[in-house]
């Protein structure tokens, strides 16, 4: 992966990195040749991603933090910082949903999704940017958004709305800090088969979903790496407030 989509030496941070996209995410920067920060709440499975990018001849290290507490954000980046130097890029991925129609929505499950998928991705750019303010670092934050905060789909409403701010909040964030040389981008994916997605696709429901994608298929992660390595890297350095989606052409579909 050399070349313009070239890493090398430079400090990614990925939050939500312990499985799912944001491991894969991890995986495919590391062999761009960046040093890698992996966050998330689970030390065991952080640690199984290290192993995995060490194993492929990639520099890792873990950093178990809570991306809704800003004292454990703060303390992440400290350890990131004197592990790596300061973070050039920050992978903004952590997320959680329910599902559950909005008239049987419980008050914790609402703060619980809006909380990590919007307040955290606020508390971990705002963080990460007043570094890279502060050491003269022009980096590049990636915020993982989704067609859900384009278009709505029942029984989701903290997810799709959620993801609507992260779609908002990543063309303010570039809008004020472009001056510091920090490019805000979002990735909005469509329905991509993961560890956890892979079981309900398979079911007559799944199955009838994949058949409204124009592309007649789910997405796979690494369908994800093309627009990934573009806003990470120099390829993207006139990118800022671009919202990409990669869905399959699920959003041009007909209503």
Known sequence: MAGLFDLVDRHVLVTGASSGLGRH?????????????????????????????????????????????SMTVEAALDLAEASFGPVAVLVNNAGVTVTRAALDLEEDEWDRVVDTNLKGVWLMAQATARRMVRTDTRGSIINVASILGLRVAGGVAPYAVSKAGVVQLTK????????????????????????????????????????????RRLGEAGDLDGALLLLASDAGGYMTGSVIAIDGGHLVSGL
């Open 25 to 69: 995410f991890a995986l495919r920067l590391a062999e761009a040749g960046a040093r890698i920060t992996v966050t998330a709440r689970r030390a065991d499975a952080l640690a199984e991603t290290v192993v995995r990018i060490e194993a492929a001849g990639g520099q890792a290290r873990a950093a178990v933090m809570d991306v809704t507490d």
């Open 172 to 215: 303010s964030l570039a809008l004020e800090w472009a001056r510091h040389g920090i490019r805000v981008n979002a990735l909005a994916p469509g329905y991509i088969r993961t560890e956890l997605s892979g079981a309900f696709f398979d079911t007559d429901a799944g199955k009838a979903l994949i058949k409204r994608i124009p592309q």
